[in-house]
Structures are given as C-alpha cells and as structure tokens.
C-alpha cells in the first residue's frame, strides 16, 4: 500500500503538462502532506490492532527517505530538466517570467529564514534596527536662521547646537516620545513650592503668578515661563524648566492662565491663543517687581509659545523694551495645519481628545459663571461640554468668546508662521520635525532664514514637548531643558557683554531692513520714523 501511494505522484508527475512552476510546487506540497498523514494514520491502525509491521526508528527513517526524494523531485522541477521539446521551453517560459523568479526567490528566503536559529534572528533584527537609528534617528538639529550676529552667537556659544540629538534609542517613535516624556517627569519630578501672587487684571479678571527664588541671587535673572493648552505651574513639562532654571541660578515666574492652576474664574473670559493682553499686564508687573538691573526672559511651551510669539510680534517695541531673550518650544506654527495634524486617526486623534476633555473639565470646573450668562445666548454650554476635538471647542466657544466670526479667522489671528518679520527680541525656538500636533512642512524655515531676531532649532525627532535622550531618559538632563538653560544663562547673565552687542547689531539690521520695505512700498512717513528710530540707536550704542 505505502509502495504505490509513494509512486503515485511521480507517474502523476510524469504525465501531467508543465503549466506553471508555482502549481508544481504547490501540488508537491500537498503531496508531501498527504504521505505525512497516510503515515500517520497506519502507524495508528498497527498500534491498534498490535501488529509490528515497523520499529518507530524504521518508518522515521523511510518517512526521510519519502521526503528526500520529493525534494530532490522538486529541485529537478527548478532547475528544468529536458525531458522533451514541449516541457523545456514551458519550463524555459515560467523561469523567464517575474512571476516564478519572484516565486522562486519567495521559496529560497522562506526556506533560508525558517531554519534560521531564533539568536541568530533576532541578532539581524538588531543589527539592522542600529543602522536605521544611526542613519535615520540620530541627526544634527538644522538651526534656520538669517546668516547675521545672532546664528553666530548661537553657534559659538550653545554647544548642544552642534551636537548631534541622540533620542532614546527604544523610544524615537514621535507619540511614543509625548507620551513617555509625560508620564516619566510625572512619575519623577517632585512637586514644587511656589511662592504665589494673584494679581488683578484690568477688566476684574484675576491670574496666578508662582514664583521659585530660593537660593537665588538678589540680581539673578528672572524668566516668565507660559504653560500649554491647558497647562499650569505643576505641569510635568513645565516643572522640568523651573528645576533646570534653579539650578543654573535664575529666578522663575509661571503665569497661569485664567480659570488655570486652582485660581476662580471672576470673569466669564478664559483665554486664547491669539490674545496677548493678559501677557502684556503680566509682563508689565513683573518688570516693574524685580530689580532695575534684573534682566528678563521668557519661554512659552505648545499654545504658550503662541501667546508669547503674537505678543513679541504685535508688541515689538515693547517688548524689546522690557524682555532681554526669548525661547518657545513645540509651539504650532500654522494653527490650521496644527489642527488639521492632531485629528488624523488613530493615536493623534486620541491625543487631541485627550487635550479636549481637558478644556471640557477647565469649563466644568467653573460652570456657575457661564450658565447664568449664556443661558439665552447662541453659546450652548452642555454641547461644548461633549466636545471631541479641539477644533470643535474652539468653533463653538473659543471663537465666539473672543468675537471671531469663524474658528478659521480665529486660527488665522493665532497663527505664528507670517509674522516672524515682526519680532524684535531675540527669539529661540525648538521644534521637532516629526511633532504629531505640527507638521513639518508648517515649520516656517524660509522665513527663518531671512529673519534677524529668529532662530529655529529642528530637531529629527522629539515629539511635542517631549526630546528625551539616552538609554533611561533622565528627568534632570533633557535635551529641552538642557538648551533652554544654555540659551538663558548666557543671554540673561551675559557676563562678557557679547549677547548684548550681538543683539545692538541685530536690531540695527531689523530697523534698517524695516526701513527699505518701507521705502520700497512709498510709504515715506513710515520709513523716517524708522531712520529716527535708526539713527537714536546709533547714538545710544557710541
């Protein structure tokens, strides 16, 4: 019986017309499973009906010697033996044809990898997921920037710019990265005590500065830190700069927002990204607070970086009158893209739901002082609490509240990407190319590059606010604190004076370049304005 089972796919074999290699192979596998099974099967039936027909080691052997000669049978079917004329063109024509080279490559690797060791395996998998972190994760960051004093100050004296970033060799994945980074400095990072101020705006509103000075210096530098979305002064992020800051010396302020960081609402405004009023009384009072020759920085963090860029922009004299340097950090330049990055599905769009329920419980939180009011009016207060995305809480409160027509003319107003040009403060920016809440192709490098104030550092990867680095991310020594206290401690203290010049020289190109703009658009009154401005800036540098 096993005898002309055996025989019976080689006279099969024989007969059969040579169509098509991959159905010879397939129907040998086949073959090969049947003889498999029909072993199997009598070796059953003998043990039950007790009769030694053959030793265990016997029919191994004969099964092998079955097996052989099916293999050798399908090695003469690769390489084409000539039978006849007929069969050696057919098997001519299926070896010329893609199809069975791709089949016949397909069956070689499967063969090669299934007898594969698992070490040896998984030492390839390693070895190649090293080249691809050497190649494609670890990169210098690109610093866009107009050439001038301030891409050479930078240069000369941030080491960490000319370094290569080197993120965690497990974690280089963007969302991996935002996540991780929050969860591990919330895990690590003690609480911070603040000593706070409320201080009382204008329009009644009330707002929480939290100031950290212990240990430091009478005439220390101060630096105003703007948390995110919905961010306050012990958000894990926003306590890894104050820790950082300590350290190097330098007082800090955290300016929570409105309704933010356990302070009541006394006004039905909140805040947006495109109102920088609340900044501008905020950065009044703490200039006139410190020392007169305390110097004063600031840095915004995600939506933080927005208020802070429309204020250096909308307010540039100002500002350059009361801040000495600036940072931003993982800040959405083009709100419209930003918005249109954090909704793609899956895991971004969880982010920005999760960034929605938080707005959600800062409005529930203070949802006696909205229900009286809006009770009669066009803002339906239970619908914006089941908002999903922040787009959505935006279009129906965001922009209502702060007088916008439409959420796109509110993004539009937000936007920080055409108004670069603008800034007069020395502004450093640190984005992540594959930030999931910002698209690469928003970051605004052209007009960096032509810009006398602005410098944007672009990192491979990082993630929003994330940037860790090293085999365990330490929550002492981060990337992102590391550049912000290179950057504020050699700016704010400038202990040679060669900040200071550099930043004479850059305001004397921005107001030069100011006026030809000017000049060239036939606007005269304008441009000698700006030659007056010019030539008292002369006079105060001799």
Same mark, same amino acid.
């Given at each position: ?123 390839? +998998? ?93 005439? *220390? ?16 992020? %926003? ?58 920085? *600031? ?26 340097? +600036? ?12 918005? +249109? ?37 066009? %803002? ?24 916008? +027509? ?113 000049? *060239? ?22």
């Amino acid at each position: 019986m096993f005898g002309a089972f055996v025989h019976l796919p080689l006279k099969t074999a024989a007969t059969m017309t040579m169509t098509s290699k991959a159905q010879l192979i397939n129907i040998e596998l086949l073959k090969m499973r049947r003889i498999a099974l029909m072993f199997s099967h009598s070796a059953s039936r003998c043990s039950s009906a007790a009769v030694p027909l053959l030793e265990p080691q016997q029919l191994q052997r004969q099964l092998y010697r079955r097996q052989s000669q099916q293999l050798r049978f399908k090695q003469e079917l690769l390489r084409c033996p000539a039978r006849d004329q007929s069969s050696k063109s057919t098997c001519r024509g299926i070896h010329t044809e893609p199809f069975g080279q791709s089949v016949s490559m397909f069956h070689s690797m499967y063969a090669y990898l299934s007898h594969l060791p698992r070490l040896h395996a998984l030492g390839i +998998a390693v070895f190649a997921y090293v080249i691809y972190y050497l190649i494609q994760v670890v990169k210098r960051p690109i610093i866009a920037c107009a050439d001038g004093p301030f891409k050479q100050y930078l240069i000369k004296k941030m080491p960490t710019l000319e370094n290569k970033y080197w993120p965690t060799f497990w974690c280089v994945e963007s969302r991996a990265q935002t996540v991780l980074a929050s969860l591990l400095r919330s895990k690590s990072l003690p609480r911070v005590n603040y000593r706070r101020e409320i201080l009382r705006l204008k329009d009644g509103g009330e707002v929480a500065l939290d100031w950290l000075e212990e240990g430091c210096d009478e005439r *220390a530098p101060c630096v105003l830190i703007l948390p995110g979305l919905t961010g306050e002064s012990q958000a894990e992020y %926003i306590k890894c700069l104050v820790f950082a800051a300590q350290q190097a010396g330098m007082r800090v302020v955290v300016f929570n927002n409105r309704g933010l960081g356990g302070i009541e609402l006394k006004t039905p405004r909140l805040y947006c990204a495109a109102n920088c009023e609340d900044l501008c009384e905020v950065v009044h009072h703490v200039r006139r607070t410190l020392p007169v020759d305390c110097k004063l920085g *600031a840095t915004g963090i995600s939506m933080g970086g927005l208020i802070l860029g429309n204020y250096l922009a909308r307010k540039s004299d100002e500002a350059r009158i009361n801040l000495s340097a +600036a940072k931003i950090i993982s800040v959405p330049w083009d709100v419209h893209k930003g918005s +249109a990055s954090i909704e793609k599905p899956v895991i971004n769009n969880l982010l920005g739901r999760h960034l929605a329920g938080s707005l959600c419980r800062t409005l529930r939180n203070h949802l006696e002082v909205y229900r009286d009011i809006y009770q009669d009016s066009e %803002i339906d207060i239970q619908r914006i609490l089941r908002c999903k995305t922040i787009k959505e809480f935006d279009a129906l409160f965001t922009a209502k509240q702060f007088g916008y +027509a439409h959420v796109n003319d509110y993004y539009t107003d937000a936007t920080l990407h055409n108004k670069l040009d603008h800034i007069s403060v020395p502004l450093l920016c640190l984005s992540a190319a594959d930030d999931p809440f910002q698209p690469l192709d928003a970051i605004p490098i052209k007009a960096a590059n032509q810009c006398t104030h602005v410098a944007i550092v672009i990192t491979a990867r990082g993630g929003h606010i994330g940037f860790l680095e090293g085999w365990w991310p330490s929550t002492k020594d981060q990337y992102m604190s590391r550049l912000f206290t290179e950057y504020f401690t050699k700016a704010l203290y400038d202990e040679d004076g060669e900040f200071e010049r550099a930043s004479n020289k850059m305001h004397e190109r921005f107001l030069a370049k100011k006026t030809m703009e000017l000049t *060239a658009s036939l606007n005269a009154p304008a441009a000698a304005v700006l030659v007056d401005k010019l030539e008292q800036h002369k006079l105060k540098l001799m």
